[in-house]
């Protein structure tokens, strides 16, 4: 079997709930050695995720296994100074260190960067803050009330509606992406100076990024992007979301004369798009509120099924807007591994989770373990990786700074 691409990068993962961990899974699904340092009684709190905002989500903790597999797991009271040092001896072997835990409680328990890089130059120091290193908000962050704070909530929905949470821990899932993207490129640096350094990966930030290019365009200028915008009110009616007498389609084209035509056989030629108000591009910009209802009075005369086979058959780029039932169906995202089948142990079957985003050809990913129990690889990294003796270990148990 060929390598992975970070074999041999170790990383401690102090992090709890989603950005932290998805960050640390995606090192640790290409080959990094991820040790998840958790306190001793409960560990991460997801480990107690039963439901995702009351929904039932199974017999198996989905929430925490899968955003933390391919990860072994060491139980380590932080409060106390005799398991800050067995933590420093696991900085002086490794490569990372990685926390979204709040500065205060890093500060109090002796973790702080200029301390953990004093035992080790060549760390890594990766934090993942609400707002920002240079901030003085130090209120909880969630991916919900960060989302609220960044302007994205605002401008989706239709106007003088509520605004729309994104959903789907996209915030958390994208500052994880950007957090693993830094530590690889401190990585980098790192094996070309042979120093280490630090690095911020805020949920803030990652959200203001996710906003562009409407949040692009606002700071250039245009303050319309910040609002809410109605499907019926698209400028270009050729670049919409429409109903079918089944599911809705979203019809991406450019508003040239060409694609009109197309998008006009697509539909039979019916003569409501034939007008001479819909005659150039100009023509359907300025009447593009009746344009966008003709389409829809069309659209709503055929099945999603039938309709997308016509978009096929004549050129027009659209998709229908599937629902998980769909998608989990889909042979292409199980083709490129973006779902995958992998052992449970807590249910002792096959079960499907979600695969990776990326493929490497020459060092692919993989799933070979859900997430570890609860310290459950404390003394064996504690001997094996950390030279302690069976005896150091009881007297450090006797002292409560493990299990």
């Given at each position: 079997?060929?390598?992975?691409?970070?074999?041999?990068?170790?990383?401690?993962?102090?992090?709890?709930?989603?950005?932290?961990?998805?960050?640390?899974?995606?090192?640790?699904?290409?080959?990094?050695?991820?040790?998840?340092?958790?306190?001793?009684?409960?560990?991460?709190?997801?480990?107690?995720v039963r439901s995702i905002k009351s929904l039932e989500i199974g017999d198996w903790n989905q929430y925490f296994l899968v955003i933390n597999r391919n990860k072994q797991s060491m139980a380590i009271d932080l409060k106390k100074p005799e398991g800050q040092e067995i933590l420093y001896r696991l900085v002086e072997k490794?490569?990372?260190?990685?926390?979204?835990?709040?500065?205060?409680?890093?500060?109090?328990?002796?973790?702080?960067?200029?301390?953990?890089?004093?035992?080790?130059?060549?760390?890594?120091?990766?934090?993942?803050?609400?707002?920002?290193?240079?901030?003085?908000?130090?209120?909880?962050s969630f991916d919900m009330t960060v989302q609220a704070l960044t302007g994205i909530m605002a401008r989706l929905g239709e106007p003088g509606e509520p605004p729309i949470y994104l959903g789907?821990?996209?915030?958390?899932?994208?500052?994880?992406?950007m957090s693993a993207l830094g530590i690889a490129l401190a990585l980098y640096e790192c094996r070309r100076t042979g120093k280490g350094q630090r690095l911020d990966a805020s949920l803030y930030g990652a959200q203001l990024y996710l906003a562009a290019p409407q949040l692009q365009a606002y700071l250039a200028g245009n303050r319309d992007s910040a609002l809410q915008h109605s499907r019926r009110q698209a400028a270009n009616p050729l670049w919409n979301l429409y109903p079918t007498s089944g599911?809705?389609?979203?019809?991406?084209?450019?508003?040239?004369?060409?694609?009109?035509?197309?998008?006009?056989?697509?539909?039979?030629?019916?003569?409501?798009?034939?007008?001479?108000?819909?005659?150039?591009?100009?023509?359907?910009?300025?009447?593009?509120?009746?344009?966008i209802a003709a389409i829809e009075a069309e659209t709503l005369k055929h099945g999603h099924a039938e309709l997308m086979a016509a978009f096929r058959t004549g050129g027009i780029t659209a998709s229908p807007i599937n629902n998980f039932a769909d998608v989990v169906r889909d042979q292409?995202?199980?083709?490129?591994?973006?779902?995958?089948?992998?052992?449970?142990?807590?249910?002792?079957?096959?079960?499907?989770?979600?695969?990776?985003?990326?493929?490497?050809?020459?060092?692919?990913?993989?799933?070979?373990?859900?997430?570890?129990?609860?310290?459950?690889?404390?003394?064996?990294?504690?001997?094996?990786?950390?030279?302690?003796?069976?005896?150091?270990?009881?007297?450090?148990?006797?002292?409560?700074?493990i299990p």
């Open positions: 079997m060929s390598g992975k691409a970070l074999q041999g990068v170790r990383v401690i993962d102090l992090t709890v709930w989603f950005q932290g961990p998805v960050c640390a899974q995606y090192l640790a699904d290409f080959g990094a050695d991820v040790i998840k340092v958790e306190r001793p009684q409960g560990g991460d709190q997801a480990r107690g490794s490569d990372v260190f990685l926390t979204n835990l709040s500065p205060e409680m890093i500060a109090g328990w002796n973790l702080s960067y200029e301390k953990l890089s004093a035992i080790n130059p060549k760390l890594v120091y990766a934090t993942n803050t609400g707002y920002g290193r240079f901030s003085k908000v130090t209120k909880p789907m821990g996209s915030g958390d899932a994208y500052g994880g992406i599911k809705w389609v979203y019809i991406c084209e450019r508003n040239e004369d060409s694609r009109f035509a197309a998008l006009c056989r697509a539909l039979g030629q019916p003569s409501a798009l034939l007008a001479a108000n819909f005659a150039s591009a100009t023509k359907r910009r300025d009447n593009h509120e009746a344009l292409q995202a199980w083709q490129n591994r973006y779902f995958m089948k992998t052992f449970c142990e807590e249910v002792q079957r096959e079960v499907d989770i979600r695969g990776l985003p990326v493929r490497l050809s020459k060092t692919p990913g993989e799933v070979h373990s859900l997430g570890p129990q609860l310290g459950q690889h404390t003394e064996l990294l504690m001997m094996d990786l950390l030279g302690y003796e069976w005896e150091q270990i009881e007297a450090l148990k006797a002292k409560g700074a």
